[in-house]
């Protein structure tokens, strides 16, 4: 544990990203708001280097955890959040390639506070560097592949007003705990059938539908090193990117109502043709 109730829980989701995990829990010691506790659900695919890294930061929790995929891990960081600290109210949902500037936590806990029917927020999200955008929150086109706004474009200030969105990168996500009750499927808040990819847009489109607001606020900045970009696309495992194909078609499944998917659907049909 490192503090007191301060207001969230900040649960890393992480697999094999050793090197990445020390900046983000270093960044998470710089919050001015100071996470009630530091949760690292982890998939054991380095045991060893695990329990040195454990034995150098005693006052994290880690949970290995079979590899279930991300969605799994994020909802076994919420429910261990709900066991071992039921009265902390967000949790903070990171990917370990992400180094949180010192007012990250504290602005979104701020805003959330002024919106109670903002379920999900997120900050601007910058590429290792801190001069092109990697997301300044996700729009959802009526061709339906989510895209992150901004994405590798040079940071000029244009996305630098707080304003709702669609969604927000699973990588960066402060989560409103109420919520959870309302946005879990057979008990699952992100879905685990994505394993990997799209399950933020999914939970996004989700919140939407059941009236809840979602938040993007451009003081709360972060670092992201994504490792899915369009120049290492080729570099992805298949079996991963068979995810993200998948994916892309089961969320239209679920949340996709059917005089709207008919409204889109010559915009769906002309671009699934060309790709």
């Known amino acids: 544990m490192m503090s007191n109730d301060s207001g969230y829980v900040a649960g890393i989701v992480h697999h094999d990203a050793f090197d990445d995990l020390e900046r983000c829990i270093a960044s998470l010691r710089q919050q001015t708001a100071r996470p009630a506790a530091v949760a690292v659900v982890d998939t054991g695919a380095d045991p060893a280097r695990l329990a040195a ?28 959040t709900a066991e071992h600290l039921p009265a902390v109210p967000h949790v903070l949902i990171l990917n370990p390639d992400v180094e949180l500037e010192p007012g990250f936590a504290a602005v979104l806990l701020r805003e959330m506070a002024l919106r109670p029917r903002t379920a999900l927020a997120s900050g601007k999200l910058l590429r290792p560097g801190g001069l092109l955008l990697d997301s300044a929150g996700i729009r959802m086109p009526r061709h339906r592949r989510a895209r992150d706004r901004g994405s590798e474009e040079p940071d000029l200030g244009h996305y630098d007003r707080p304003e709702l969105v669609f969604g927000v990168s699973g990588a960066a996500m402060l989560v409103r705990r109420a919520a959870l009750a309302n946005l879990a499927l057979d008990g699952e808040v992100f879905d685990e059938d994505f394993f990997a990819y799209q399950d933020d847009t999914d939970l996004a489109w989700r919140a939407q539908r059941l009236g809840y607001e979602v938040l993007y606020h451009p003081d709360a900045r972060a670092i992201h090193g994504r490792r899915w970009r369009r120049e290492r ?4 495992e298949p079996w991963v990117r068979q995810h993200s194909f998948k994916n892309h078609y089961l969320q239209i499944v679920k949340n996709e109502p059917v005089g709207q ?15």
Request: aromatic residues 12%; without cysteine.
């Open 261 to 275: 998917f008919i409204r889109n659907l010559p915009v769906l049909l002309v671009w699934e043709m060309l790709r």
């Open 53 to 80: 890294l454990a034995e150098r930061h005693r006052d994290v929790d880690f949970l290995p955890r079979p590899n279930l995929g991300y969605g799994a891990g994020a909802n076994y960081a919420l429910r261990w």
């Open 233 to 236: 696309r080729r570099s992805i």
